[in-house]
Each structure stands twice: as C-alpha cells, then as structure tokens.
C-alpha cells in the first residue's frame, strides 16, 4: 500500500514523449521547410503531419477569452479582473484602470472607516440578537474583499519598484567588484614597479663593479708592460 501511495505522487509522463527523437525532429523541421514553400492563404485549415509527428507540433491557442486549467478558469489577457467579474460588488465608483493613486487612498481610508464600524455593529449586534451575527460577517467579508482588490492593483507598481531595487543591487555589487579589481590592480602595478627599480638598480652595480674591474685590469696591464720595457 505505502509502495502504491509513493508511486502516484507524481504522474507518469504522457505515451508521445517516446516521439521526440532526433530522426523525428529531423522529419519535423523537413516537413516545415516544405510547408514554408507550398503557397497557402490564412484561410486555408491548419496542416498537422500525419502519423506520430503530428505530437511534435504545438497545439494551437483555444478559441475565446478564457481557457479553464488544473480546474480554474484563466484569461489569456494577463490582467486583475475586476470585482465585477469575479462576482463581487464594488463598493468604490471608479475603475481601475481610471482610479488614480490619490483616489485609492481615499477608498482604502473609506474603506477601513467602514470596515471598524460594521465590525463594531457586529459586536452590538452579538449581544442583542447573536442569530443575526451573519449579516455583518457578510458585510465585513465585502469590505475586506473591496480592500484587498484595492490593494492588488499596487501589484504592477511593486513588481516594478522590486526590480529597481534588484537592478540597484547588482549595480552596488559590480561597482564593488570593480573597486577590488581596481585595488588589486594597483597593488600588483605597485609591487611590480618596485621589482622593475630593484632589477634597474642591480643592473647599475653590476655595470660600475665591471667598470671597475676593467679599470684595474688596464691598470694591471700598463705596469706589466712599463715593467717589461724596462
């Protein structure tokens, strides 16, 4: 039992991922360059190779606004649906696409206002008649909603202000990396000129202890020769 239970945690993969070979990826693209040369209008039905091939090509967007997935319905437009068609009632005039940013302050403070005078209704109301606790438990969940839809219009403004911060981030981060470069940079350039004088100045008492022991090699020379004339 505990064995079945370990292997349906994750589904098997589909039958046709056996079809993504390379010989049948070869046959794929084959196939396209011949379709790209064929003429056909966009009214023409989509062509789809016959055979196991025709798993190698995408499927086409479904028709209409909407598509439903792992049970929820989602639309192809990336954007907040409103509280109109999630079924809620809005309780704040604009849209949002029109509500500017001073207006949502406004609604949220109206908002709260409401929010903390339901919320003390519901406990007048717990103590004279508790059976008609509901009705306030409905109002206060609509506030919260109402407050909450507000809230993730900001969404969009958010994801954008995260970025800014990631961008400065790295930007710090590299500015630091150039400045340990430039540190390390400088001390080699450093050390190195400091080799490069120890080398000159080693060159230069090489060549005066030469100069010098040719001095005295000529001088050695003259008296032998002075010697010998004698």
């Known amino acids: 039992m505990s064995e079945d239970l370990i292997s349906s945690l994750y589904p098997p993969p589909p039958p046709y991922f056996k079809f993504f070979t390379q010989e049948n990826l070869n046959k794929v693209n084959s196939w396209k360059k011949e379709q790209d040369q064929e003429e056909s209008s966009p009214e023409d039905p989509r062509k789809v190779p016959e ?28 954007k907040l649906p409103s509280l109109k068609e999630a079924g809620w009632t809005q309780l704040y005039k604009e849209e949002d ?106 060159n230069e008492d090489v060549d005066e202890s030469n100069e010098s022991s040719s001095a005295e090699l000529k001088k050695k020379l003259l008296d032998k020769l002075l010697y010998q004339s004698t």
Not at 99 to 108: A, C, D, N, P
Not at 135 to 144: F, P
């Open 51 to 78: 055979g196991e091939l025709q798993f190698l090509i995408p499927p086409e967007q479904p028709s209409g606004t909407h598509y439903r997935g792992y049970g929820n319905l989602w639309s192809f437009e990336d």
């Open 97 to 202: 696409e029109l509500i500017t940013s001073q207006t949502k302050i406004k609604e949220l403070h109206k908002l709260m206002d409401s929010l903390l005078l339901n919320f003390l209704e519901l406990i007048g109301s717990m103590s004279v008649d508790p059976s008609k606790f509901h009705y306030k438990i409905e109002d206060l969940k609509l506030l919260l909603i109402n407050i909450n839809h507000i809230l993730n219009t900001y969404r969009p403004h958010q994801t954008r202000e995260s970025l800014i911060m990631l961008l400065k981030k790295q930007i710090d981060k590299k500015n630091n990396e150039i400045n340990e470069i430039d540190k390390v940079s400088t001390s080699i350039t450093e050390k190195i000129q400091k080799l490069t004088n120890n080398v000159k100045g080693t």
